[in-house]
C-alpha cells in the first residue's frame, strides 16, 4: 500500500499528504512579547526546562503560506498548497540545549493539520486572517513606515486573537523567539484508552534551503479573548518587545527522535 499518510491505496493517489520534501513560501506577522514565566513553565512537559536567558518571551505569529511537494504539481491547484495558520511560540530547554517550541497552533486546511501531526505541531482547525499588503490602490498597506495590518483569529465560534501591527522601519531579522531549532512531543493514544501511549517522542527539526525575504520592524497592540475550550488567556502581553512583518521561504524533509518513551509490550 502506498501513500505517505492515509489513506493508503494501491497507487498511492488518495493520501492526504504527498511525499516529503515539502516547500514553503509565506508572509508572516510576528509579534514578540514577554509573558509570566510560570505560564510559560506550567506548558513545558516533563523533562524540559525554562530557557536559561528571556524564559518568558513569547512569540506570537500568523502566516499566509503556499506549500507544496517536489512534484509542485500544487501550485497548480491552489486549494491544495494554499492555507493560513496562527501560533504561539515559546522557547525551553531539553537535554541541555535551547529550543524554540509551539505550545499552540491553528490552521485552516486539514492537510495542515495532518502535516503538523506528523511532526509534532499541535495543530488545529481555526479561522485565521491577516491583512495584506498593496503595491497600488487604496485597499491595503504599503510596505513602509505608517503601513499597518490587522491579524485575526478564531475557532468554534469564538474570536480567540486579535492584533493590529503597524510598520516603524526595516529589520534585519524578525526577532529571536522563535530563532532556534524546533522541539516538539510526538504521541499516539493506546487503543485500550487506558491512559497509556502507542506513541511517545521528544523530536527536534528544522528546515533547509531557508530564504529570508523583506523584513520589516514596528510596534503592536495584541489581545487574546476566554475560550471554553482554549488557554491563550494564560500567555497575557506583559510586556512588548517588537513586532515584525517578513517573508520567508523554507523546505522540510526529516526531523530527528531525541527521547522516545519506553512502552509496555503489546
Partial sequence: MKGFYYPRTRSGTSAILPPVPWHYSGEL?????????DAVAALLPDGFELADEDPGAVAAIWADWQSCSDSFA??????????????????CKFAGKHYSRCAFIWVDKD???????????????????????????KAGPRLAPGGTFGVTLAAYDRRLAEGVFTITGTADKPGFV???PMAHSRWYPAIETDGTDSLSEVVTM???????????TGDFDLAYFDSPVEELTSLPVREKIAGYWHEVGVSWKAGTTLARTSLPPV
Avoid: W
Fill in 29 to 37: 506577522v510576528t509579534m514578540e512579547y514577554r509573558t509570566d514565566v
Fill in 206 to 216: 528544522s528546515g533547509f534551503d531557508g530564504e529570508m525575504g523583506r523584513c520589516f
Fill in 111 to 137: 492537510f495542515a493539520v495532518l502535516r503538523g501531526q506528523h511532526q509534532g505541531y499541535p495543530k488545529k482547525l481555526g479561522s485565521i486572517h491577516q491583512t495584506r499588503p498593496v503595491n497600488i490602490g
Fill in 74 to 91: 500544487e501550485v497548480l491547484d491552489p486549494v491544495r498548497c494554499q492555507y493560513k495558520e496562527m501560533f504561539l511560540v515559546i522557547r
Fill in 178 to 180: 522563535n530563532g532556534l
